[in-house]
T-cell receptor
Framework: QVQLVQSGAEVRKPGASVKVSCKASGYTFTSFGISWVRQAPGQGLEWMGWISAYNSNTQFAQRFQGRITLTTDTSTTTAYMDLRNLRSDDTAVYYC???FGSGYEFDPWGQGTLVTVSS | QSVLTQPPSASGTPGQRVTLSCSGSDSNIGSNYVYWYQQLPGTAPKLLIFRNNQRPSGVPDRFSGSTSGTSASLAISGLRSEDEADYYCLTWDDSLSGTWVFGGGTKLTVL
């Protein structure tokens, strides 16, 4: 079955960076993209960006431009989200989701990775 | 504050039909597909409806989606206790170079 398994919880200090991984299985990795979505404690969902696993094209939400890098490793069918210059309000659960692209659904989702930013 | 407006809470009794709303604009719901997700406490969101009104396999036909103009709705009939969750709408917004936008979510309580 299609499955996305994310890396474990992380704790970072303000100003640091974090890299979250998302291991895909059960489908042809390069036929889809991966979107990243985050959810601050007690808050709603926020789309961060998307990467094509076929050609590494990316699309980002404006508020993360310049602070986020999305990559994929087709040899290990893993996607990565790198967020830099962390602030306390970046504390959130970060999700990856399989996403073909515009006009298509985000499905399924990874289990989520809690990133805590605290001094 | 999201560009898609959902009421923060809704409630119903077992067996009842409830409808959750998601209000947007011409640049999002008015011109793009809407998706609905269910999020149970402590879990990742689960796809309920795609492309306005399509149900993935495995999603009960108690769940149905519809759109009209710049608004979308998720109807849940035969309400069950396990339907108590947060529900989010999602669509693409053509403004500001384009972005995916979620509604703020509706917390559904089964009384």
């Amino acid at each position: 079955q299609v499955q996305l398994v994310q890396s474990g919880a992380e704790v970072r200090k303000p100003g640091a960076s974090v890299k979250v991984s998302c291991k895909a299985s059960g489908y042809t990795f390069t036929s889809f993209g991966i979107s990243w979505v985050r959810q601050a404690p007690g808050q709603g969902l926020e789309w961060m960006g998307w990467i094509s696993a076929y050609n590494s094209n990316t699309q980002f939400a404006q508020r993360f431009q310049g602070r986020i890098t999305l990559t994929t490793d087709t040899s290990t069918t893993t996607a990565y989200m790198d967020l830099r210059n962390l602030r306390s309000d970046d504390t959130a659960v970060y999700y990856c989701a399989r996403h073909f692209g515009s006009g298509y659904e985000f499905d399924p989702w990874g289990q989520g990775t809690l990133v805590t930013v605290s001094s | 504050q999201s560009v898609l407006t959902q009421p923060p809470s809704a409630s119903g009794t077992p067996g009842q039909r409830v409808t959750l709303s998601c209000s947007g604009s011409d640049s999002n719901i008015g011109s793009n597909y809407v998706y609905w997700y269910q999020q149970l406490p402590g879990t990742a969101p689960k796809l309920l409806i795609f492309r306005n009104n399509q149900r993935p396999s495995g999603v009960p036909d108690r769940f149905s989606g519809s759109t009209s103009g710049t608004s979308a709705s998720l109807a849940i009939s035969g309400l069950r206790s396990e339907d108590e969750a947060d529900y989010y709408c999602l669509t693409w917004d053509d403004s500001l170079s384009g972005t995916w936008v979620f509604g703020g979510g509706t917390k559904l309580t089964v009384l």
